[in-house]
């Protein structure tokens, strides 16, 4: 199953539910970092953590500053604030849908709403070539 590590601005339940489907999840308020720490600080430790990145912060689909293919996977969940709670049981399946794939999560960054999951930008590392003996 899939390593998490899930932004202090992803509501509890939506770590609970991932948690309760198999996948290790660390809120990102657990860790030994600042309350204020900047993006980069932050997905610097999901990427040492080897983990997929759960936020609702738009700013993380900006390949120029965070490039998918640095990451093991960013996740942004998109709702609108007056029917989050409603929305959320399709968004937590289109969720456990894409992290069931999670090989095709590293390099890569996706949009999740309630109607689609979008990929944004990056490219699945290359494949190795292994050298003949």
Not at 23 to 34: D, I
Not at 61 to 78: H, N, T, V
Request: hydrophobic residues 30%.
């Amino acid at each position: 199953m899939a390593s998490f590590i899930v932004d202090a601005n992803v509501p509890d339940y939506i770590a609970d539910f991932l948690s309760q489907n198999g996948h290790e999840v660390t809120k990102l308020r657990y860790l030994q970092l600042s309350q204020r720490a900047k993006d980069p600080v932050v997905l610097e430790e999901v990427k040492r953590r080897q983990c997929i990145f759960l936020t609702r912060d738009n700013d993380f689909a900006d390949p120029q500053r965070f490039p998918p293919e640095d990451y093991w996977g960013i996740l942004i969940l998109k709702t609108d604030r007056e029917d989050f709670r409603e929305r959320c049981e399709r968004i937590q399946q289109r969720l456990l849908q894409r992290v069931n794939q999670v090989q095709n999560l590293r390099g890569r960054t996706y949009r999740i709403t309630r109607s689609k999951v979008e990929r944004l930008g990056g490219q699945a590392p290359k494949k190795r070539k292994r050298k003949r003996s």
